[in-house]
């Protein structure tokens, strides 16, 4: 999983990204670079929900993801 912009051509630096599996428990963070990318590994096999903030700008998320070796979403 990669990436948080605030449209096609701003990307949002710093911004602090949460993985947690559908249990809630939290499983990895990652924090925006200058361009707005992240990097999260994670384990395979379920479903998952990423979250995305920052100050000032509002939250960000995403529910039923899967992790797949090699995938993209």
Do not use: C
């Not at 990436?3 to 925006?32: D, E, H, K, M, W």
């Not at 707005?36 to 384990?43: D, V, Y």
């Not at 509002?58 to 992790?67: A, K, P």
Request: net charge positive; hydrophobic share 30%; charged share 10%.
């Amino acid at each position: 999983m990669a990436g948080a912009r605030y449209n096609a051509s701003a990307p949002v630096s710093s911004a602090f990204i949460r993985l947690t599996n559908t249990g809630g428990q939290q499983l990895a963070t990652a924090t925006t670079n200058a361009q707005g990318n992240f990097s999260i590994n994670g384990p395979e096999g379920t479903n998952y929900s990423i979250k995305a903030t920052k100050s000032g700008f509002w939250d960000g998320s995403r529910s039923g993801l899967r992790i797949n070796v090699g995938g993209s979403e």
